[in-house]
Each structure stands twice: as structure tokens, then as C-alpha cells.
């Protein structure tokens, strides 16, 4: 009886075993050989990365909770880069976060009056259940560097 269920929980379990440690892949295919360029090197001179496909690579840590249409990785020195996808066409799951991941797309930077910055910064804090408050909005220019995601890799659990 007790080698009947230890066969039964092996035979659970192979599964589960084999997709530990597998990567997830969203989107498009990450560009072969491509250098990995730091976030803190883009947060630095944002402009001079404008428009530039690049690949980044650090932490999940943050997720959007509503759609998946957005993860932030965070770099080992502890700069953090939005990876903003389009709705509907990837979608991250709740599960990536604290997994590592490459993400590659293009660096844009969204430039607002300060009306439109504080309704974004308010969206962002309704996603991530957490109190706003206006008056912590210092003086512009009110800019948003993010990476337009076209492709990731998350490492499994």
C-alpha cells in the first residue's frame, strides 16, 4: 500500500519537476547575441536611448495586477525600468514577480503637463492598491521613461 502511494505522488510530481527552473517566453523572440544594456546606464541619459531597441535584464518587481500589461524589472543596483506591452497581446502573469527576466523592446519616454502626470501617477497607485498623494508631485518636467516591450524571457520558479 505504501509503495502504491509513493508511486502515485512520483508520477504527480514528474510534471511539476520538469517544468522547474523552465523560461517563460512572451512575445516576440529575444534578438540573438544581443548586449544586455544596464538601467541604470538608460536612467541616466534617457534621451540619448530614445528610440533604441535595447535588452534589459534584473528582477520582476512589480506586475500589473488588472491585465498584465506591464512588469518593472529592477536592476542588481536597484534601478527599475517599466516594460509597458500592449493590451491583450502579452500578458504577465502575477507569478513572474521576483523572477528574473530579460526584456527587449524600445526606450520612449512619454512627456505630460503636470494634469495629465498626476492622472497617471494616480492610475499607477490605484494598480498597485496604494494611497496617492498629489502634493509629493515635485516641479517638471513631468517625463515617464519606460521600455515598449516586444519580447521577454521570465526563468521559471
Known sequence: MLRRVSVIVLLLLIPTLSLAGETEKFGEALTEGMERTPIETILSDPDAWTGKRVQISGEISGVCAHQGCWIDITSES????????????????????????????????????RDKYEAWLRHVAEEEDREFDPSEIGEGPYRIVRLKGLGSEVQGP
Request: overall charge negative; hydrophobic content about 45%; proline content about 3%.
Open 78 to 113: 536597484d534601478s527599475t525600468l517599466r516594460v509597458k506591452v500592449d493590451d491583450g497581446v502579452i500578458v504577465f502573469p502575477q507569478e513572474s514577480m521576483g523572477r528574473l527576466a530579460v526584456a527587449e523592446g524600445e526606450v520612449e519616454i512619454l512627456e505630460m503637463d
